[in-house]
């Protein structure tokens, strides 16, 4: 992949975030990256959605970049997401990515959808 887009202080990936990430893209072919994006859905009204995806950055995308890990959030999207912190969980209940996201009014109790 060339050049990134800049990095966005916005949003946060965190140390587990970008290890799973990086182990994801590593099974995956060369220039492969995670885009994080929000759709309308889910049974709060909006829900995230991860989708591994071979194409550069746009010129409006938010490209977080820590190690091998490489996440890509469009403009749109970020809109609903500033200031939130990507982290991966590995608990009792599964393994998940999970997105602590500040400007979300309530969440579902599986904490893939939000309101804001």
């Excluded at 140390?15 to 994006?37: W, Y």
């Excluded at 609903?80 to 400007?103: C, H, R, T, W």
Aim: with cysteine.
């Amino acid at each position: 992949m060339t050049a990134l887009a800049l990095a966005s202080p916005d949003v946060v990936l965190t140390d587990r975030a970008a290890k799973r990430v990086s182990r994801i893209l590593s099974k995956e072919p060369e220039g492969t990256v995670l885009r994080i994006s929000v759709a309308g859905g889910g049974c709060s009204g909006f829900q995230y959605e991860y989708n591994l995806v071979q194409e550069k950055p746009a010129s409006d995308d938010i490209v977080l970049s820590k190690g091998d890990a490489v996440v890509l959030i469009d403009s749109m999207s970020l809109e609903f997401m500033g200031g939130a912190e990507i982290d991966y969980v590995d608990d009792l209940i599964g393994q998940s990515f999970q997105i602590k996201n500040p400007n979300a009014v309530a969440s579902c109790g599986c904490g893939t959808s939000f309101a804001v």
